[in-house]
């Protein structure tokens, strides 16, 4: 028999069904002759079980997202294959449990009904009328409900027979907690390439070319894209721009704010309750037994939260004259009103008048005057531009009428140099194929430009006589790290014999208790797994990308498999693991199931379902 878990699990499925027939979806029945989509074994699927299974799903996807779920797009999304095989697989367990004969009596039945939430009164109690309008509200009758819930209670008490005893062996556990949770204690120091004491020899031209063919990846020119472009920027054509000075002045004028900036200062303000508080705090100040901070702090407040910034006389107040009459950074002046409330004043800083003329501030604003003159000249040019390329005007010949620059550049993912660092220029540069028009296109500073890709270069192996240089480079690099390499294993006869890294030169680094997946800043890749790997008292030798690293393992350290906190982790770990080996036993049986029984497809009685969506 099933257990109440199981129940209540039923129970709320159940009432989510009811929720979403009393909307709406429940109400629609597939009619006709023919109400199977399919049959499994001698078990026939319902047409209306799947309309309701898929309805449910697109709801769910609406509530989640948002977003209205036509047929099309649950089709694109792979969901009414989804609803059809869970739809199918539940079918083929219950083929299986009537087969096996397994069933549940009217009494069960009886119970697990009145049990459900969904069809309880206000009172708690089993509801007749509220049962009979649900099933009604879900397009059921209560023989197909009931027998719905038989099928429902048989099936899973299957399925808990299949799973029944499943569990995650101990050792198993142990193992994999030991494994993960295992430390090691080591020492390790750098040998960088500055201590290379070996002149490194000039190679020969066999090992070059052996250099070169064993690194291909090196000196291979990734894809190209050829591209000719004509580009104009407000720079090219402030030039030509004219700005009167009544104009430079009126601006000058309406930023006098900018430009005439009165003495400032950097202000906190602690504000009180009463004056009498804030007169005693300032005569704790006074005495010296009291600082300003620890005023904050008695007030619960952070410096922060007084912090005024830097203000100007008039926004102080009345307290304007006494804060900038204080001559020291730090000094204390109060009580003063407040709008908050008196409060004591802290000066922190002085922010002495910063006048700039006009003549000063000329330069300046005739470049910005100039410079949004030739962005709206540009502008007012693209419309112009867009209709001579609509014609058939090329790149050469917008360039020359417009007095563009006209340029070509080899393009590759990646290039952020001239007119490629314009985040819009290589977003186009990244799409556009050889069948494109080029068109204008405009950049972020008001600056337009066009495109035309020429020529598609795919990725190619430089000659060696092309990358000459960087063949002896890399060829050097590595011989240097070989070389350091050979004498960092030179000094562990030494560090075996009893010197230690530091006296040997080398900045030693104790690490302890670390584990697999703990990073070790300065160390190469693979350098936790080299560690784990050996044995304590060794030292060893690794490669890193510009130096080479000793380390010598000290101490293994097997995991506590008895502290409260691994025995906590390994319960969760074994429960988790069990549910999954559950889960996949469940599905092999069902997969089994279905193949024993056979499955037959209506395919007309599920498209016709599915055209009910559109």
Sequence with gaps: MATGKTSRTFGWILMGLVMVGLVGFGSTNFGGSVRSIATVGDTEVDANRYLRELQSEMNAFQAETGQR??????????????????????????????RLGISVGDEELRDRIVDIPAFKGVDGKFDREGYTFALEQSGLTATEFEQSLRDEVSRQILQAAVVNGVATQPVYVDTLYGYARETRDFTW???????????????????????????????????????????????????????????????????????????????????????????????????????????VTGRNLQLADIDLGDVSKDELGSAGDAVFALTEPGAVSGPHDSDLGPALYRMNAILEARETSFEDAREELHGELAADAARRLIGDMVTELDDQMAGGATIEEIAKSHNMRLGTLNWTTGDSDGIAAYDAFREVAEVVTTDDFPEITLLEDGGVFALRLDELQAPRLQEQSEVGEAVQAGWEAEKRLELLSEQARGLVPQLEGGETLSSLGLTEVVEGGLTREAFVEGTPPGFMADVFDMEPGNWRVMDAAD????????????????????????????????????????????????????????????????????
């Design 69 to 98: 779920l036509t047929m099309e797009m649950a089709t694109g999304f792979g969901l009414d294959q989804q609803v059809l095989a869970r739809v199918i697989a539940t079918a083929a367990l219950e083929d299986e449990t009537a």
């Design 189 to 295: 120091a750098t040998l960088p390439v500055a201590q290379l004491t070996t002149e490194v020899p000039a190679p020969t031209e066999a090992e070059l070319t052996a250099y070169y063919e064993a690194h291909p990846q090196d000196f291979t020119l990734p894809e190209t894209k050829v591209i000719t472009y004509a580009w104009m920027n407000p720079e090219d054509v402030i030039s030509t721009i004219t700005v009167d000075e009544a104009q430079i002045r009126a601006v000058y004028d309406e930023r006098a704010s900018e430009f005439l900036v009165p003495e400032r200062r950097m202000v906190e303000r602690l504000v009180f309750n009463t004056k009498d508080e804030a007169t005693a705090a300032m005569d704790a100040l006074s005495t010296g037994n009291q600082t300003f901070e620890g005023l």
């Design 547 to 614: 130096s080479v690293v000793l380390v010598r393992l000290d101490a293994v350290h097997a995991a506590d498999q008895d502290s409260d906190e691994a025995k906590a982790l390994k319960a969760n770990f074994a429960a988790g693991v069990a549910q999954e080996i559950a889960l996949d036993v469940e599905n092999a049986f069902a997969r089994a199931v279905q193949a024993r029984a056979g499955i037959e497809l209506n395919r007309a009685v599920i498209n016709a379902v599915n055209a009910q969506f559109q």
